[in-house]
């Protein structure tokens, strides 16, 4: 008899192991016996009917004895009630973002599985959710409780990817990321307010070109408390200005001879406007001491290469990952996601590396309507030289073509 038994592993609801036999009977776990062995007794013991029936099973969960002598009938809607919350309260526990467990979907999955007399859903459905509050991750309210140290901050390999913090920014980076970074020249930045988490204020997301397999990967993440707003409010209801302002970021398809020309020209124009744009001032100082003084500009101008556009890379990457999210995060559901789409990249580039996966085919639409506009200009400054205008009518010309790029190229409503 004791070979035909039919039995399945649950536990109580205070997380202690329990024996189901025959789908009808529970036996709570007693004790652990010199030998290993483990003796359970019916949970009925403790009641008024003190029922005598016990089991007791090797590591193996063999059968070593056997006493069946029940003094109450088998309950089967109990017993299944008590295997399928275990069930989900499983699936639970191997989650990683509790939160986004199905329960009902569980149940009802099991259900037809386990093929015996199933409760109702609404009968376990408190215990459920209180089980699920309790696997959540810790709340982290402030960047300031953010830790540094955290079994959470590895990719799935096992490899730790936040590599620095301080008071104000996160950076999470894996070494397979930092490989990309360094040995590619292609890298785009952008900034998202709408995936950031609860206890942050921005994302900024690194973006590398890997040329030889025409794709990009995500090679940085940042987590930032705060960020200036006031630049762009004062500009956005003025024309001028917010020409301007989007101009700034158009600069690197231009020719980097007249670019210094060309940013002094905006200043000088947004200087007339002092009074009501002294953020975006003080952004055009940051930007000429940075990017006009401190770095060459022939690091981040593409005027003889323009094959990608930040907008492709950056922004439609951004608008994917805030599909991923009904709402803003928690931090330690953005730091799953980033931990799975890290896995997802590295197991893209390997089999695309290696050959299994075919290597993307090049999209590029915008890419060739700003080379095209651009070539017109090239042609345009080489026709001013030869009729012999001056400087001062080439720097003109580049900065027509600034603005044509900035309003019908690069910031045009996506309709297409």
């Not at 101008?301 to 907008?311: E, F, G, K, M, S």
Request: hydrophobic share 30%.
């Amino acid at each position: 008899m004791e070979g035909n038994l039919k039995i399945d592993i649950s536990e109580t609801n205070r997380g202690k192991e329990q024996i189901i036999i025959d789908r009808k009977c529970k036996y709570n776990f007693s004790k652990l016996k010199k030998d290993n062995t483990k003796i359970y007794r019916c949970t009925e013991y403790k009641t008024l009917n003190k029922c005598k029936s016990f089991i007791i099973l090797n590591d193996n969960k063999e059968v070593l004895n056997y006493d069946s002598s029940h003094n109450h009938p088998g309950n089967e809607i109990n017993a299944s009630k008590s295997l399928i919350k275990h069930k989900i309260k499983d699936e639970i526990k191997k989650s990683l973002i509790p939160s986004d467990i199905k329960s009902k979907r569980i149940f009802d999955k099991i259900s037809q599985e386990i093929r015996y007399i199933c409760p109702e859903y609404k009968t376990i459905k408190s215990q459920i959710t209180r089980y699920k509050n309790k696997q959540l991750f810790p709340n982290v309210k402030t960047f300031d409780e953010v830790p540094n140290v955290s079994e959470y901050y590895k990719t799935i390999r096992g490899e730790y990817f936040m590599i620095f913090k301080n008071s104000n920014i996160i950076i999470f980076q894996s070494p397979f990321q930092a490989k990309l970074f360094m040995e590619n020249k292609h890298i785009f930045a952008d900034g998202t307010f709408l995936i950031a988490p609860t206890n942050s204020y921005q994302v900024f997301i690194t973006r590398t070109y890997v040329t030889e397999l025409n794709c990009f990967y995500t090679t940085s993440i940042l987590l930032m408390t705060k960020k200036n707003k006031l630049c762009y409010k004062e500009v956005k209801d003025h024309n001028i200005l917010n020409t301007y302002y989007k101009a700034i970021s158009n600069l690197c398809f231009i020719n980097i001879e007249y670019i210094p020309d060309i940013f002094n020209k905006i200043k000088n124009t947004c200087m007339r406007y002092k009074s009501t744009c002294s953020q975006f001032l003080n952004f055009l100082d940051f930007f000429e001491k940075t990017f006009l003084n401190i770095y060459n500009i022939k690091y981040w101008n593409y005027y003889n290469n323009i094959d990608h556009i930040t907008n492709n890379a950056s922004e439609s990457y951004n608008s994917y990952l805030k599909n991923l999210f009904v709402k803003k995060p928690s931090f330690y559901k953005l730091i799953y996601t980033i931990q799975f789409e890290e896995s997802k990249s590295y197991y893209d580039y390997h089999m695309r590396i290696k050959g299994i996966w075919r290597k993307k085919s090049r999209i590029s639409e915008r890419v060739d309507d700003i080379n095209i506009l651009v070539e017109y200009y090239k042609n345009m400054e080489a026709e001013l030289k030869n009729i012999g205008c001056s400087k001062n009518d080439i720097i003109e010309n580049w900065f027509n073509c600034l603005i044509r790029l900035n309003n019908e190229i690069i910031n045009f409503n996506k309709t297409k």
